[in-house]
């Protein structure tokens, strides 16, 4: 076996059930599903989507340099001749297999992450934290569902120390198989909103579904929780009921194992002191906002599980940036100044909108600016949409917003129930509201833009950057 390989080409034979036809690779170097960005030496897995099937990319891949594919019986004959398959029975099967082979031959400790916000960015601080102290492997974007998490856990080297995976859910029951693969020796909940609400009763119907997580903890395990969320009892009871040999707390309660003690904002990020586990910590962030030093007390708390020296691992979360839509800062070239643009537009639900907007609120402004606030809809809440746009109402009050620009038939909700001086434009799609936030922003202001994905907020960023001259912010991870 070559240990330069992620897998060897006959390693991967019994790992997936597979048979081979043509000439079996010596090996591997990485996995993907995506012809787009396949890596030459990948194992490509020929997955059907919702609006794809990649059996008909195989060809592609193996243009692109695929060292070989996995396929299904089906689609074996055809696919003949143009460079090693794999041929399964059920190609998302034999990825979740390789996973799963993946995990069991990692001797690394396994992080999940899931809640209802923050997955993404908490598990981009652990990436950050983790490897700084060893080779870590973390989930790409938020590959966090059925196929996103196999997929993660396949690419995981038998050689790395840290493993963190993402999971996300949609519906209750879905998180029991994806923590069943990963068999994580942490697991952290960050926290528990009204997201995807359409799908569940209630929110403890949410921290129900949420909890499962703890069911695929490794015996020995530690359970992170969030110490201060009206759902932390049924959290820790549904902890205590799992193999779980540690509950770990965070959040301001003075109970909490990791405690904030108190967080002092600034446009690059913030100072945070804390108390974890008795010890007092004095650390920066590099992407402000309350919420962030709150999901750092859960990075903190898992680097120390897994041996981290929590002094190193806050050093580590200085050097940390927020991801790209989750509140990079760019400084847009207005007339002779400048205006920040806080870019918060890769998703929304009403606990991460009231977050940015509180973020808004802390961030000051020059002589003369103004803070805007550029908002799409928030999708996926249910029969309660309309109230929960609405009630945006008093936390725009509270944060010294000059002017709400709102996109979206279910923004309207706000903007119609704002004082008339706050209502700076509504539009039914963003595109349409673009050009009254060009024509609004002068230097000195601050612009906040947020909303779901599917709100296409996101464009009037990349508009915003386009129209004015900017210094980008730093970039770190996906989406
Ligand atoms: N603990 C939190 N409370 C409120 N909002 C949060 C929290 N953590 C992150 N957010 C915000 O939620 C949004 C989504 O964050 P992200 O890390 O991508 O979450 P996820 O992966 O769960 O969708 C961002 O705008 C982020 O600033
Ligand atoms: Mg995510």
Request: aromatic letters at 6%; hydrophobic letters at 45%.
């Amino acid at each position: 076996m070559n240990d330069d390989y992620l897998w060897s080409g006959f390693g991967l034979v019994s790992a997936l059930a597979a048979r081979v036809v043509g000439r079996t690779p010596v090996g591997v170097s990485g996995v993907s599903i995506d012809t787009r960005s396949l890596q030459p030496g990948d194992l490509f897995f020929a997955i059907r989507g919702e609006n794809s099937d990649g059996h008909d990319f195989v060809a592609t891949a193996f243009e692109k340099g695929a060292a070989a594919a996995v396929v299904d019986e089906s689609h074996a004959d055809a696919l003949r001749g143009g460079g090693a398959l794999y041929v399964v029975d059920d190609v998302l099967a034999s990825m979740e297999n390789l996973g799963r082979a993946a995990r069991a031959r990692s001797a690394g400790a396994i992080i999940a992450v899931t809640g209802s916000v923050g997955k993404t960015g908490t598990k981009e601080a652990l990436r950050a934290v983790l490897s700084a102290a060893g080779e870590t492997h973390a989930s790409a974007a938020s590959y966090n569902n059925h196929w996103g998490v196999p997929l993660t856990l396949s690419r995981l080297p038998r050689t790395a120390r840290f493993g963190v995976v993402e999971i996300g859910m949609n519906h209750a029951g879905e998180i029991v198989p994806l923590v069943g693969m990963a068999r994580p020796n942490v697991a952290i909940i960050t926290t528990i909103a009204p997201v995807h609400l359409e799908h569940f009763a209630s929110i403890d119907a949410i921290a129900e579904a949420k909890a499962e997580i703890f069911t695929g903890l490794e015996a020995g395990g530690a359970a992170i929780i969030n110490r201060d969320i009206p759902q932390y009892d049924l959290l820790l009871r549904r902890a205590q009921a799992s193999r779980a040999a540690r509950v770990l707390t965070f959040g301001e309660h003075s109970e909490a194992d990791a405690r904030l003690v108190e967080v002092a904002g600034s446009a690059e990020g913030s100072h945070v002191t804390a108390l974890l586990l008795g010890e007092k910590l004095y650390y920066r962030l590099g992407a402000p906002g309350r919420h962030i030093a709150m999901n750092s007390l859960a990075v903190l708390l898992a680097a120390q599980a897994v041996g981290v020296d929590p002094r190193a691992a806050a050093r580590a979360l200085g050097a940390f940036v927020a991801p790209v839509g989750r509140g990079q800062r760019v400084r847009l070239r207005v007339n002779d100044g400048h205006a920040t643009l806080i870019d918060e537009s890769y998703n929304a639900n009403p606990t991460s909108m009231r977050a940015a907007l509180a973020l808004l609120g802390e961030t000051g402004v020059e002589a003369g600016g103004r803070r805007f606030a550029v908002l799409g809809d928030m999708l996926e809440l249910g029969p309660e949409n309309a109230r929960l746009h609405r009630e945006l109402n008093d936390c725009v009050a509270g944060n010294h917003v000059d002017a709400v620009f709102a996109a979206g038939p279910l923004m309207k909700n706000l903007y119609d129930a704002l004082p008339p001086h706050l209502r700076g434009a509504w539009a039914e799609t963003s595109a349409e509201l673009q050009p009254a936030v060009i024509e609004a922003i002068a230097d000195g202001d601050v612009v906040m833009v947020k909303g779901s994905n599917g709100s296409r907020m996101g464009p009037i960023v990349a508009a915003l950057k386009q129209h004015f001259a900017h210094d980008d912010g730093e970039a770190a991870g996906g989406h």
